[in-house]
């Protein structure tokens, strides 16, 4: 996967695939992860835009491409620039090294897919 459509496709995805769980035989479970991380990635201690910097960073280390275009527009949602977003994403390199590093053109692609007036 590459390619700004494609981050925009892969976080169109991950929506659908959580619409059909709500609507399947996981409904209670879907319901307690939603509140669960609605909680956890709200300002607190820590403000929701350096946990959306976090999750890109844990993102680009898991390889998820979906996480990596989500988590980049919430980000983004949340106030961080694309140099920040960057940024985080380097701290992910030097802990992770090559295998971050080979998904960092998805980050670069999902900033530009979820910038504002790209979308």
């Known amino acids: 996967m590459s390619g700004v459509q494609d981050m925009r ?3 169109q995805e991950l929506a659908d695939t959580m619409k059909r769980l709500s609507t399947g035989s996981y ?9 669960f991380t ?3 990635h709200a300002d607190g201690s820590v403000s929701r835009k350096h946990k959306e910097l976090i999750a890109i960073a ?3 280390v898991k390889g998820c491409e979906r996480c990596i275009s989500y988590h980049v527009r919430s ?3 949340a106030g961080a620039s694309a ?9 992910a390199v030097i802990m992770d090294g090559g295998p971050a590093l080979a998904h960092m053109g998805a980050v670069l692609d999902a900033i530009e897919a979820h910038s504002e007036g790209d979308t």
Do not use: F, H, K, P
């Open 9 to 11: 496709d892969a976080t």
């Open 27 to 35: 409904v209670s479970t879907l319901s307690a992860w939603r509140r």
């Open 38 to 40: 609605a909680a956890a």
């Open 58 to 60: 844990i993102s680009l």
């Open 75 to 77: 980000a983004l949602a």
């Open 83 to 91: 140099d920040e977003i960057q940024e985080a994403a380097l701290v």
